[in-house]
């Protein structure tokens, strides 16, 4: 930052009110670079602005860029924090830790007031006086809940309308017979027997194994006292699943609190966040959270990671919050949570004991996961170096598109892009385009015109590093002349599958050690560049060439189901609303358009020559299409 824009910031920061509120760095185009909360807003503003920065090393390549300071006053902390967690979903600031993965975890939901509850999946927990419990973590673990539940207590599992259906049957479904449900739609278990199942459901889900299992060895013992032999023996065994249960799950405590444990690992700029999900003393899953290139040190990160987590709307808040240290404006956190809760939350630091043996757990955990994400992303570097090196590209190939274009039956031609940054896929960056003026099934033309429209945006949409385009020596050249015509310097290469000529056979896919051999296209080279066939750099070309192919043939499945639900006259490329209504009102049919001839079409009113040939062009590969997927006549 020069000296005159510090002194204006400087100046600025003097008349700032010394209340709590929200604070927004800005640069100078006016994009929020960093959202924070703060007690005393002069003061907190003021640090960042002093000579050196606040202490924190990476602070001053924040404030380096920022030209404008904007403050946002509030009553206390607690309001703070939540219009900071506001700003920063809305901003998405570089400078902030933001939290992405903000999806819904699932939970289980049992309302014993219905006639014949079940236990059944729900993303949304809610006050209707139903019973929930969770999260799972993933979709599996909610299944093999539900798998181990049932092998112990067989609720139904059907919805009510197919319940209906089969109490009107009068005869149960093959659940009855897997003794996975005990068939309450046919009457083959009483009302009280059902409920003492739901009972059991409840309290195991809840963790009160030892409740559970003094219930069931009274049942079993009084029904070995009445001569109910076989219902004791399925009671016994109700009990022995239960124990195997209760034994596979991993025991944190002897209180039966809920907890969220959050380990922490950091290097540099790169952080990891681990959280077991513990519930009724038990750890029933856990999640981890990556974030790069973090300004912040580890307090503030922490807090605004914590608000972050808790504000996604129907998260459950546990009564306990273990965190490794103490996060920043830890009493505001802690009234939020518990106004979130409806119940007091308490927030620890466990510094010895079981406690600490579990935060231990939560931050190997971290760690590890920090240490597969950094090794990662070290190969992926050497991939892209050796990618750079044996392909003799200008720089680094940090950010790729690759280019695909796909057609049905020379009919309905699509392209995809996609954009790969450091090796991974940047969904942001994904495009579909539907090939409107080229004739369709020319592959050159289609990926002309693709090309030439996204090289139009290059102001609003920065060119990668490398192009790849799934193709040969032709394809390649139609990428060449489309950056040579829009005054573009950027590397592009084409990739394709090496075929070999048999004598007396078709042209078939090569292949070397069980993979398909791949052929690199360069510029200004003849012959094709064949990398080894287990290099990284080949891997990674192949992968993202293959995530184009299926990103097009997704949207030529899409466009496929179109053809069959709306009128196929909505796929002719360059036939808007109103010559459509104009051929359908002059022709009278969708058959007569298809059996028109050029002269017929274009004699409605609005179409020319070039619309009518066009039409026709499409009716006519429509039917080669068709006429190539119909069987050979003997």
């Avoid at 693709?450 to 050249?477: F, H, N, T, W």
Wanted: with cysteine.
């Amino acid at each position: 930052m020069n000296t005159d824009l510090a002194s204006a910031l400087l100046a600025r920061v003097e008349g700032l009110p010394t209340g709590a509120g929200v604070y927004l760095f800005k640069n100078a185009r006016g994009r929020v670079l960093y959202a924070g909360k703060a007690q005393n807003l002069r003061n907190r503003v003021r640090s960042y602005l002093r000579a050196g920065g606040d202490g924190r090393p990476r602070i001053p390549q924040m404030v380096a860029h920022a030209t404008d300071v904007e403050v946002v006053v509030t009553p206390s902390v607690k309001a703070a924090l939540l219009l900071e967690n506001e700003l920063i979903k809305r901003h998405k600031p570089p400078f902030n830790v933001r939290l992405r993965d903000d999806k819904q975890y699932l939970g289980l939901r049992i309302d014993p007031r219905e006639p014949w509850p079940r236990p059944t999946p729900v993303r949304r927990f809610r006050e209707d006086g139903a019973s929930y419990f969770g999260p799972y973590t993933s979709s599996l673990s909610l299944r093999d809940a539900i798998s181990n539940l049932r092998r112990i207590f067989p609720l139904r599992s059907c919805s009510d309308p197919v319940f209906r259906d089969y109490a009107r049957r009068g005869r149960p479904c093959i659940e009855y017979e897997m003794k996975r449900c005990l068939a309450p739609c046919c009457g083959l278990v009483d009302a009280a027997g059902y409920a003492q199942l739901v009972e059991g459901t409840v309290l195991f889900l809840r963790g009160r194994s030892d409740d559970l299992l003094n219930e069931l060895t009274a049942s079993m013992q009084r029904a070995a006292a009445e001569e109910r032999y076989e219902d004791a023996a399925r009671l016994r065994d109700r009990m022995a699943a239960v124990e195997r249960t209760v034994e596979r799950q991993t025991i944190v405590g002897e209180r039966a609190v809920d907890r969220d444990v959050f380990g922490w690992a950091r290097r540099g700029g790169e952080v990891e966040i681990a959280v077991l999900h513990v519930r009724a003393g038990r750890v029933i899953g856990h999640t981890a959270h990556a974030f790069s290139e973090i300004v912040l040190d580890d307090a503030e990160t922490l807090g605004s990671f914590l608000g972050q987590f808790y504000a996604v709307p129907d998260r459950p808040v546990p009564a306990e919050v273990w965190t490794a240290f103490e996060p920043a404006d830890a009493d505001a956190l802690v009234e939020w949570l518990g106004e979130r809760a409806g119940r007091r939350v308490a927030l620890r630091v466990p510094q010895r004991g079981p406690g600490r043996e579990l935060l231990a757990m939560a931050e190997a955990n971290a760690t590890l996961r920090l240490g597969q994400r950094l090794d990662a992303r070290e190969s992926v570097e050497a991939a892209l170096v050796e990618l750079q090196a044996e392909l003799g590209l200008a720089r680094i190939p940090r950010r790729i598109e690759c280019y695909d274009v796909s057609t049905l039956g020379g009919t309905l031609a699509v392209a995809s892009r996609v954009a790969f940054e450091a090796g991974q896929p940047d969904k942001d960056g994904y495009r579909r385009y539907r090939v409107r003026e080229a004739v369709a099934g020319d592959d050159f033309a289609c990926l002309r015109e693709v090309l030439g429209r996204r090289l139009a945006k290059i102001e609003s949409d920065p060119l990668p590093d490398l192009l790849i385009v799934d193709g040969g020596k032709g394809q390649l050249g139609v990428a060449v002349a489309a950056l040579h015509d829009a005054g573009v310097t950027l590397d592009a290469i084409g990739l394709s599958k090496e075929r070999a000529q048999e004598e007396g056979a078709a042209k078939r896919v090569r292949r070397s050690g069980g993979l398909k051999a791949e052929q690199v296209h360069l510029p200004q080279r003849k012959d094709p560049l064949l990398l080894p066939p287990r290099s990284a750099a080949l891997l990674l070309l192949q992968r993202i060439r293959d995530e184009a192919h299926r990103f097009a043939i997704e949207y030529q499945r899409s466009l496929r189901q179109r053809v069959h639900l709306t009128s196929i006259l909505e796929e002719i490329p360059g036939i808007g609303p109103t010559r459509r209504r104009a051929l359908l009102r002059e022709l009278g049919s969708l058959r007569a358009v298809r059996e028109a001839t050029p002269e017929r079409l274009a004699s409605v009113t609005g179409i020319s020559s070039a619309d009518a040939e066009r039409i026709r062009r499409f009716f006519a590969s429509l039917e080669a299409s068709r006429d190539a997927a119909l069987p050979a006549s003997a």
